[in-house]
Nanobody, 123 residues
Framework: QVQLVESGGGFVQAGGSLRLTCAAS????????KGWFRQAPWKEREFVAA????????DYEDSIEGRFTISRDNAKDTVYLQMNSLKPEDTAVYFC????????????????WGQGTQVTVSS
């Protein structure tokens, strides 16, 4: 079964940090662009960050403002999202995704998705 599995979510106070991990199983995604998206209750899924497989193209959503860092380890077929200076508005379910195409901010352009991990930031 082809899977992307997120981990590392949790409950943290404002100003804290979390590191999300997305591991692949069932097939290799080492040569795929990978992205992180998030979805808060009653809101649409929104782009957070993405990186191509060569790590030469990295894109962040504007509101991240340098607080988050996406990275990947192709040998482990894993992508990470380091989140610092977390704010209550960062509260959401975070999803990782993979695409055979180019780095994109559009969820529809991603072919594979994980189940998500909850991040809750208290004020």
């Amino acid at each position: 079964q082809v899977q992307l599995v997120e981990s590392g979510g949790g409950f943290v106070q404002a100003g804290g940090s979390l590191r999300l991990t997305c591991a692949a199983s069932g097939r290799t995604f080492s040569y795929y662009a990978k992205g992180w998206f998030r979805q808060a209750p009653w809101k649409e899924r929104e782009f957070v960050a993405a990186v191509d497989w060569t790590v030469s193209i990295i894109d962040y959503e504007d509101s991240i403002e340098g607080r988050f860092t996406i990275s990947r380890d192709n040998a482990k077929d894993t992508v990470y999202l380091q989140m610092n200076s977390l704010k209550p508005e960062d509260t959401a379910v975070y999803f990782c995704a993979a695409t055979e195409g180019a780095v994109s901010r559009t969820p529809l352009n991603y072919n594979y998705w994980g189940q998500g991990t909850q991040v809750t930031v208290s004020s």
